[in-house]
């Protein structure tokens, strides 16, 4: 592990092969696939509370994705940690309180890039690069994504400072 506790992606094959499953069905369909079998059915989904259903996840990538925008993973820059499933800052609730979450959480820290045109006014740039977080828990066997979005810090704010969303910080 580095000195953060982290492990590099290669370090869990079936973490990696999961991720590079979803990423895949995503960005090849654009959105449109079934994206259900990689989601928790509560998932705290880019600063939601944690009730995002799977038509809002879907809109979210349809419209993102099959609007011309671009995702992309690096996922041999990617680093990841166990976590227990106890509620605390670093655990979202909706992993802790998993409905069938057997097992530890899988923090992921991916190195990501997207461009999006219809990006939130509160952010404004087109492009965003940088640190990407995910947490998955198994659900039904399977590693499930119960946690997605951008780190504030490493990833919107770090390549796009002019945010309103970065504003005095």
Do not use: K
């Amino acid at each position: 592990p580095s000195a953060d506790g982290t492990l590099p992606l290669s370090a869990n094959a079936e973490l990696q092969s999961a991720l590079e499953r979803w990423s895949r069905s995503l960005i090849s369909s654009r959105g449109r696939d079934d994206l259900a079998p990689y989601y928790a059915e509560v998932v705290q989904f880019h600063g939601s509370s944690g009730a995002n259903s799977m038509f809002n996840i879907r809109t979210y990538w349809r419209t993102g994705l099959g609007g011309g925008g671009e995702r992309e993973f690096d996922w041999q820059r990617t680093r990841f940690r166990e976590r227990e499933p106890s509620l605390s800052e670093s655990n979202s609730p909706a992993c802790v309180n998993a409905a069938g979450g057997v097992g530890r959480i899988f923090e992921v820290r991916a190195q990501a890039r997207e461009v999006r045109v219809d990006r939130n006014p509160d952010i404004g740039c087109h492009e965003l690069r940088g640190l990407y977080l995910l947490r998955l828990r198994r659900i039904g066997g399977a590693l499930t994504i119960c946690h997605e979005t951008w780190s504030l810090r490493d990833g919107i704010c770090a390549s796009c400072p002019t945010a309103r969303v970065c504003q005095g910080r």
